[in-house]
């Protein structure tokens, strides 16, 4: 029987089953590491092939070189699948370059930066022992892969969205800007294979399952890899199909708390109604949890109502700026008024949220980033993350900065915190960067949020002490740069 091995490597802790928020989670604020999804779905399929399969996370489990090797020694993989992200590319094709040379497996990558990239960004890369890249979604692409590559069987080029290695030289493209569309028929994520206790809920340490529930967004925002990545038809589960899936987490790993993952999980109202109306009839109402994330347009007062009804407890919105002129440029299809109601609903409706921010885009003078944290301060979000513009290949934001020459010396290597762009057409990136270190600490350390906080979790001293971690850390990395 073939082996397939599907991993992250060793080494600081990356979101590399996301396609437009790959970033290194010890560097943001109160987040942890979501469930390995890409390789959970890839093992299920290739399980239903009859591959034997062993999947690894070895950054988030903790553990070293000395543990891959092992495997590599004893399992023996024919075909290996490694999650890369374009701030850790250099670094994991070095890895991949090792264990080609000393093991020979037929090697896939996979990571946004495959998606149709352009042949400059390509040059720029060792590819020299990559067999394969895939760029789309994984789950519609491995298993034609393995056929083609393991067993000799199928078209390669019917595989949609991997570059695959020319025996001339270079790589061909298959088709790209096209999606599976059945996704009720997909097979579960293989959580017997994933160590689901390392995926944990930040504020009470409880595992948590990532359950994806929709693909694509039709929305324009010129920094998001999604649109182009998983079109911008929105593809969606059956609610059923989802209760499923949480069914099976409950009853046969016992995981009580979901991540809804969905590019903007309340844009369809009507489906969020029956999901939640399927959560609250079935068994599991009353035992699970969950978190979903949202844009302020569309959204109504109704469905968040609903959500925490159902067990939502904390929804996450991309406000991303507190200027209208800003959210224009980055084409969000938002206004201020819709974040700063959004945020009222929330209020009102007794859910905790989230913002995210994003700053340092190119037209923004300080005088846009201090609306932003005017809007932060009015909104009073639970929690916040503010996020530096970051260039992806394939974005309009990439071409903007490109034209206006505020790209540093290579796009990759670089993360949101960390971002590759020079700074703003008016303000450098140290500035950037200080602006964001003022608006945290000026959200998180001030006296009434610190002590709204220590009452919500009065009778939960776990949550307080995770807060407590999570602030900590927040000021030790802020205070670092
Ligand atoms: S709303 Fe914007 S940021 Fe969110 S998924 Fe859609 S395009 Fe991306």
């Known amino acids: 029987m073939n082996k397939v091995l599907l991993f992250y490597p060793p080494g600081l802790m990356f979101q590399r089953g996301e396609d437009r928020?790959?970033?290194n989670i010890d560097e943001g604020s109160a987040q942890s590491m979501r469930a390995c999804n890409d390789l959970g779905y890839a093992a299920a399929i290739l399980l239903e092939k009859g591959y034997e399969v062993k999947l690894r996370d070895y950054q988030t489990e903790k553990v070293g070189m000395d543990e891959l090797h092992a495997d590599f020694s004893k399992f023996k993989p024919d075909l290996i699948m490694m999650s890369i992200t374009n701030t850790t590319i250099f670094d994991d094709l070095k890895l991949i370059n090792e264990l080609k040379e000393k093991y020979d497996p037929v090697v896939v990558l996979k990571g946004a930066?495959?998606?149709?990239?352009?042949q400059a960004m390509l040059d720029m890369l060792d590819l020299s022992h990559v067999d394969y890249m895939i760029g789309g979604e994984t789950d519609f692409a491995i298993g034609g892969i393995a056929d083609y590559a393991l067993k000799g069987e199928g078209r390669i080029d019917d595989v949609l969205s991997i570059?695959?290695?020319n025996p001339q030289g270079?790589?061909?493209?298959?088709k790209f800007h096209e999606w599976g569309q059945?996704?009720?028929?997909?097979?579960?994520?293989?959580r017997e294979l994933m160590k689901n206790e390392l995926y944990t809920r930040p504020d009470t340490d409880e595992p948590m399952a990532t359950i994806q529930t929709a693909r694509g967004c039709p929305s324009n925002c010129v920094f998001c890899l999604t649109p182009e990545i998983s079109g911008k038809c929105v593809r969606f589960r059956s609610p059923e199909n989802v209760l499923a899936e949480m069914t099976e987490c409950y009853n046969v790993h016992g995981i009580r708390n979901f991540f809804f993952k969905a590019d903007t999980f309340t844009i369809n109202a009507e489906w969020v109604k029956k999901m939640c109306t399927l959560i609250i009839e079935s068994p599991l109402y009353g035992k699970i949890e969950f978190t979903a994330n949202s844009r302020v347009r569309p959204l109504k007062k109704e469905t968040l109502e609903l959500m925490k009804k159902a067990g939502c407890f904390l929804v996450a919105f991309g406000f991303e700026s507190g200027s209208d002129e800003i959210l224009r440029q980055m084409k969000k299809g938002t206004t201020v008024a819709e974040n700063l109601q959004a945020a009222r609903w929330c209020h009102e409706v007794g859910l905790k949220f989230w913002g995210f921010f994003v700053i340092g885009f190119p037209w923004e003078k300080k005088s846009h980033i201090l609306e932003t944290k005017k809007l932060i301060m009015k909104a009073d979000p639970d929690f916040i993350e503010i996020t530096v513009a970051l260039p992806f290949y394939g974005t309009p934001l990439y071409e903007t900065c490109?034209?206006?020459d505020l790209l540093a010396e290579s796009p990759l290597g670089s993360d949101f915190f960390h971002s590759s762009m020079k700074g703003t057409m008016y303000l450098s990136l140290d500035e950037v960067m200080k602006l964001r270190k003022n608006i945290l600490l000026s959200f998180y350390l001030r006296p009434k949020y610190i002590l709204k906080k220590m009452g919500q979790c009065v009778n939960q001293p776990k949550v307080f002490l995770n807060?407590?971690?999570y602030g900590i850390k927040l000021v030790v990395n802020l205070m670092k740069r």
């Open 113 to 118: 930066l495959f998606y149709d990239p352009e």
């Open 402 to 404: 490109k034209e206006n």
């Open 170 to 174: 270079g790589f061909n493209f298959t």
């Open 163 to 165: 570059l695959y290695k």
């Open 467 to 469: 807060y407590v971690k």
């Open 21 to 23: 928020c790959q970033q």
């Open 182 to 190: 059945d996704l009720d028929n997909m097979p579960f994520p293989a």
